[in-house]
């Protein structure tokens, strides 16, 4: 077919919709330009554009408009990824990531949970999604099938107001919540950190991070194209492919959890001189380096200006507001703070009695701005408590301001544990573990590891004795393998207090000798 009648049906469509979403004007500002690299190879912005039409014209399967109808897909990340994400939102459907790495009983939560009126899957996830599909009467899509092709009919235009993305958070709960943000969240949340951190059209940036949480979909992918820049994605994540990669001289900003920066810092320090000393001076001229999702330790800050001659940056997000305070792209970064407040977004600590603190003085983290989420999906009751009267969002992180940065104190539940860039429920995992026949009673908290910044550890009261072994291979098939307990104690009953809560700190330090 003609490329100027492809091209000129992609303008089309694009005038349709596109009041929908500023992430889409690089599609027609710069068709021509590499949006994406993965391991099929380079694809451009009008590629892009064209394979998502055709997904989203698909999935309509003759409707006008989805009309927010949830749509759960399954991709590796890369074109298919990006395409099967637009074209959900192209058709007016609210797109929900899966976790490629969840069993099934984890995915089927987030699918029944959302009430899933779709699943988009790639060929290598059918066998595990297919069958289930089936018996739940689910609409089931291979990317596979979804060709590029000329596209002749008109998508509907999108009010910003309407619901885009589910994510899933651990809260408090023993339950993960569904995160639901708008169009107009998303276009908050991305142009803020373009505008913050200096996104161009010349950025090349590598993404490595799981895409169904906010920094590797919002902060990396969606940054990366609202600004025009070339994405480049690794997956499986190989960490010698990665610097190969950098030796390649054209990636200029990196983002990543402590956890990578700290595998990348060992391989690095099994170089020889030479290579270290090429991989220095390749890395030395990258425009940006940021570390999130947990707290870097500051060796590991140390380190790697040590390794690439960059200060991380370091800032402070969720998958309720996004990012919501940074350290400066230009000025001081702080080891151990996450800076202040990016433009647009309201920050206060509070009390227990939601009244401001004094300066200097330790509060909750709340905010609110225009990237703050909508709702917690199907969960009227959380999204109350989630909110002060006031409109405020309580993060649950406590902090202290310090000659104008916020520094992070901890979490007011003991109950989160941050590990490897995953914020993960002690609760949850618990209430698989009491499944087990053999498990009397247990409790799961988080202990310090320079790797992961914390690990998951399990203490259990058993019937009668259980093979660890065993019990491992158990939850393999019930709980992701980074949600898993590394480290196990047993122990006759748990301490609690005179309410009958477990003191989770007096099990904290059972492990301190072998941490």
């Not at 749509?71 to 990531?97: C, D, Q």
């Not at 054209?250 to 290579?275: G, H, R, W």
């Not at 004795?465 to 065993?470: F, I, S, V």
Request: overall charge neutral.
């Amino acid at each position: 077919m003609d490329k100027d009648l492809v091209s000129d049906a992609v303008f089309f469509i694009f005038q349709k919709i596109s009041s929908m979403r500023t992430l889409f004007n690089q599609a027609q500002r710069r068709p021509g330009s590499i949006a994406i690299l993965d391991a099929q190879g380079a694809h451009t912005y009008e590629s892009l554009w064209s394979k998502s039409s055709q997904i989203a014209l698909q999935l309509l399967a003759g409707k006008a408009d989805l009309n927010q109808e949830r749509i759960a897909f399954m991709v590796s990340p890369g074109l298919n990824y990006v395409a099967t994400l637009w074209g959900i939102w192209k058709a007016g459907g609210i797109a929900v990531p899966l976790c490629l790495s969840y069993p099934l009983p984890s995915l089927a939560y987030v699918i029944e949970d959302t009430q899933a009126s779709a699943l988009v899957v790639e060929p290598s996830f059918s066998e595990l999604l297919g069958d289930y599909a089936q018996e739940k009467g689910i609409p089931f899509h291979q990317v596979k099938d979804l060709q590029l092709g000329f596209v002749t009919a008109s998508l509907p235009d999108i009010a910003l107001n309407r619901g885009a993305l589910i994510l899933y958070t651990s809260g408090t709960t023993s339950l993960p919540k569904g995160v639901l943000t708008t169009h107009a969240n998303l276009e908050a949340q991305i142009n803020t950190l373009i505008v913050a951190w200096q996104w161009t059209s010349s950025d090349h940036t590598l993404c490595l991070l799981p895409l169904h949480h906010v920094h590797g979909l919002i902060n990396v992918v969606s940054c990366a194209l609202g600004a025009g820049a070339t994405l480049q994605f690794l997956h499986p994540f190989q960490v010698y492919t990665v610097f190969s990669i950098f030796l390649e001289a054209k990636v200029n900003v990196f983002m990543a959890v402590p956890t990578i920066y700290f595998k990348l810092i060992c391989e690095f320090d099994s170089y020889s001189e030479k290579k270290k000393a090429s991989l220095s001076y390749c890395m030395n001229s990258f425009r940006l380096m940021v570390s999130g999702s947990a707290a870097l330790p500051v060796s590991v800050m140390e380190k790697w200006k040590q390794v690439s001659g960059h200060t991380l940056l370091e800032r402070y997000g969720m998958t309720e507001i996004g990012m919501a305070i940074s350290n400066p792209y230009q000025g001081e970064r702080r080891a151990g703070y996450i800076g202040t407040p990016l433009p647009g977004v309201q920050v206060r600590l509070v009390d227990e009695q939601e009244q401001e603190v004094a300066l200097g003085l330790p509060g909750e983290i709340q905010i609110q701005g225009p990237g703050v989420f909508a709702n917690y999906w199907g969960n009227e009751e959380a999204t109350a408590k989630a909110f002060t009267k006031s409109g405020w969002f309580k993060t649950g992180d406590i902090a202290v301001i310090e000659a104008n940065y916020y520094r992070i104190l901890g979490r007011d539940s003991i109950d989160i544990i941050k590990s490897g860039g995953y914020k993960i429920s002690a609760l949850e995992i618990e209430e698989v573990l009491r499944s087990h026949a053999l498990v009397k009673d247990c409790a799961v908290v988080g202990i310090p590891n320079e790797e992961w910044g914390e690990l998951v550890a399990a203490v259990l009261v058993l019937e009668r004795e259980l093979n660890l072994r065993d019990l491992k291979n158990w939850l393999k098939e019930r709980l992701p393998t980074y949600k898993s307990p590394k480290e196990y104690r047993i122990l006759a009953d748990l301490p609690r207090n005179a309410m009958g809560k477990v003191v989770k700190n007096e099990l904290k330090s059972i492990f301190s000798s072998t941490t």
